[in-house]
Structures are given as structure tokens and as C-alpha cells.
């Protein structure tokens, strides 16, 4: 018995899939994921078009993409074709919208609104919102 993920599909509009894929996440960002995502979120209004290029741009997301997506060559063309089936899709739109947070940090970081560390003992970076000079971070 197959299953969805055993499924692959062609991708025929490499850039129309990049497109629609950044619409998605962009306009579903923030979203529970109780409450799941809304996939008729293909598209930005022209007026949303500004902030998500400068959140996430074209090409960031076109080599998030590329570098996931399986590839086949045909043989006498050496053209490339582009394949996902569902858990890959998956994992691009989680990539995609990790690429987008990390971006959103990095703006508000380097508009001061934001600070940083690394913390060593949770091997990760932790941030909290300067409110004066003289606020720092609660820590052990």
C-alpha cells in the first residue's frame, strides 16, 4: 500500500514554485500550527511585496529550495527536473520559515531593537528587547 509521501511530483514552474512557497510561509507566519496553514495563501498584495522581500528574499529562498529538492538529469538533454513528494515539501516550508525568523532577528538586532547573546550552557542564542542602557539579561 503507497502512501502520500511515496508520491513524487515534477515541479514545471521552478519559479512559480519559489514564489508561491515564500507567499505561503510569509502570509502564514506567525500562525498556530493547531490552527494548520492556509494553503490558498499563495500570493502577497503588492503592498506586502516590499516586506517580504526584504524578510526573505527571492534568491535566499531559490537556494533553500534547490538544495532540498531531489534532481533527476535527463540523459540526452542534461536538463535538470526538480521532484518533491509531501515530507519534503514539508521540510522546505519549515526551512524557509526558519530562514525568515532568523532574518526578522537579524533586522531587529541590527536596528538596536534588539539584543543578543550566545548562551553556552543552552548552546543557542538568547535575545531580549533593550528597553534602556542599562537592561541586561537575566542569567545564572
Known amino acids: 500500500m503507497s502512501s502520500i509521501n511515496d508520491e ?14 515564500r507567499a505561503l510561509v510569509f502570509n502564514n507566519f506567525g500562525t498556530n500550527q493547531k490552527e494548520g496553514i492556509d494553503p490558498l495563501a499563495l500570493s ?7 516586506e517580504l522581500d526584504s524578510v526573505l528574499s527571492y534568491d535566499e529562498t531559490k537556494n533553500i529550495i534547490v538544495d532540498l529538492l531531489r534532481k533527476q538529469t535527463n540523459k540526452r ?6 521532484l518533491l513528494n509531501n515530507d519534503l515539501y514539508m521540510k522546505i516550508i519549515s526551512a524557509i520559515g526558519d530562514r525568515m525568523t532568523s532574518n526578522i532577528l537579524n533586522s531587529l538586532v541590527n536596528r ?3 539584543e543578543t547573546a ?6 543557542d542564542f538568547i535575545f531580549w528587547v533593550k528597553e534602556n542602557e542599562n537592561d541586561k539579561p537575566e542569567t545564572d
Do not use: C, H, M, T
Open 8 to 21: 513524487w511530483f515534477i515541479i514545471k514552474d521552478l519559479d512559480g514554485f519559489i514564489e508561491a512557497s
Open 44 to 50: 502577497v498584495s503588492d503592498l506586502d511585496q516590499d
Open 77 to 82: 538533454n542534461q536538463k535538470i527536473r526538480y
Open 112 to 114: 538596536g531593537l534588539v
Open 118 to 123: 550566545y548562551d553556552e550552557n543552552a548552546d
